[in-house]
């Protein structure tokens, strides 16, 4: 049975960890841990699972996930390499004395909120992402004071996203397991028509307790969550490719334009046509 806690390994000569997780390493399937974590995405692409948040990773995004929230950066392709720096931190590293300074409530504030992930936007992103680089490097005092400077700029800067809106996720190991098991079905299948017969029989249950079950641990039905994992393939191919809207649509999991339609405004409160123009603009 595979565990939902993570262990994290800290060194002996250093108060929190800084390491580069490459595939096979960086494989590691929904989890959570007693750490807070700051995270580099170094290589690679795919979706990420953050609480009840689906959305898509790429290199240079910095994630910032607070204690006990469970998550899962998962591949687009197996073939793929996966790599990221990852810093691991118990809030209180630094001890309940320093915490309490008046000259550190804004990096306590952002350390106190439970079940949040936020995305790094911008100039944070990237200012954020040159101090991971150099914490990875560096030893002695030079790690504490990096680190502090990456949560002094992420708590006092507006150029970040709150992707995670609810709390009270996954507790218990068996759980994690079925989720687990739940997710890659899921992925392996989202573009084929599913039925909630189909995925309650893989988990054992009837569909009422599977139902359940599932809007317990992950805060929202299943076919919302087979609907962004569509709609977020959706957007990449309208993002990356010229491919017509209508082609998308099919190769999205929908064989209906009106609700492909419905369902993307629903997700991005854009239309496809207007999310794909949007996108040209900035890029």
């Not at 990449?236 to 009106?258: A, F, M, Q």
Request: proline share 4%; aromatic share 10%.
């Amino acid at each position: 049975m595979k565990t939902l806690i993570q262990k994290i390994h800290v060194e002996e000569r250093h108060s929190f960890a800084c390491r580069t997780y490459k595939t096979p390493d960086f494989e590691t399937a929904w989890h959570k841990h007693l750490e807070c974590e700051l995270i580099l995405i170094t290589e690679g692409n795919g979706t990420a699972l953050i609480g009840d948040y689906i959305g898509e990773y790429k290199e240079g995004d910095v994630f910032f996930l607070s204690p006990d929230l469970p998550h899962w950066f998962r591949k687009s392709e197996q073939k793929m390499t996966g790599s990221a720096i990852v810093i691991h931190f118990l809030k209180d590293f630094m001890g309940d004395i320093f915490l309490s300074l008046p000259e550190v409530e804004p990096i306590c504030r952002s350390l106190e909120n439970k079940d949040k992930g936020i995305q790094l936007q911008g100039a944070l992103s990237d200012e954020v992402a040159l101090l991971i680089r150099e914490i990875e490097r560096a030893e002695g005092l030079d790690r504490i004071q990096l680190l502090l400077t990456c949560m002094r700029k992420i708590s006092t800067s507006a150029e970040h996203k709150i992707i995670t809106t609810a709390s009270g996720t996954l507790a218990g190991g068996e759980e994690n397991a079925v989720i687990e098991t739940i997710i890659e079905y899921s992925f392996k299948h989202y573009l084929d028509p599913i039925s909630l017969k189909e995925v309650a029989d893989i988990t054992k249950m009837s569909i009422p307790s599977f139902c359940r079950f599932f809007k317990r641990n992950v805060k929202k039905s299943y076919f919302d969550f087979i609907r962004e994992i569509r709609i977020g393939r959706a957007c990449k191919l309208l993002r990356e490719t010229n491919r017509p809207v209508l082609d998308i649509c099919y190769d999205s999991g929908y064989n209906s334009w009106p609700n492909f339609s419905k369902q993307f405004k629903d997700v991005t409160k854009l239309s496809p046509s207007r999310y794909r123009k949007q996108h040209i603009t900035h890029s």
